[in-house]
Nanobody, 115 residues
Framework: QVQLVESGGGLVQTGGSLRLSCAAS????????MGWYRQAARKQREMVAT???????NYADSVKGRFTISRDNAKNTVHLQMNSLKPEDTAVYYC?????????WGQGTQVTVSS
């Protein structure tokens, strides 16, 4: 059984940076790939970035060049470094397996970017 807890969100001005963390209560070795997702108000949840067990990464076009996903299997954590933040990045951010699995959704962490 794996539980994922997101942290690191907050309020930041346009152009600022935040680093999100996702801590797994159990080993994430059993999950071959991980992803960060986000859901803005009145919008569907979308994939932001994914990382395989071999650390191959993929990003949504909207965040390429600004966000970086990384993982530390020894510490059971996945991170999302977000730079050059824009108001349209405002959302609740979640981590999950890739492809996502409903049983792994946590509470998420709110990111608000002010203009």
């Amino acid at each position: 059984q794996v539980q994922l807890v997101e942290s690191g969100g907050g309020l930041v001005q346009t152009g600022g940076s935040l680093r999100l963390s996702c801590a797994a209560s159990g080993s994430i070795f059993s999950i071959s790939a991980m992803g960060w997702y986000r859901q803005a108000a009145r919008k569907q949840r979308e994939m932001v970035a994914t990382i395989t067990s071999g650390s191959s990464t993929n990003y949504a076009d909207s965040v390429k060049g600004r966000f970086t996903i990384s993982r530390d299997n020894a510490k059971n954590t996945v991170h999302l470094q977000m730079n050059s933040l824009k108001p349209e990045d405002t959302a609740v951010y979640y981590c999950n397996a890739w492809p996502k699995q409903d049983r792994y959704w946590g509470q998420g962490t709110q990111v608000t970017v002010s203009s």
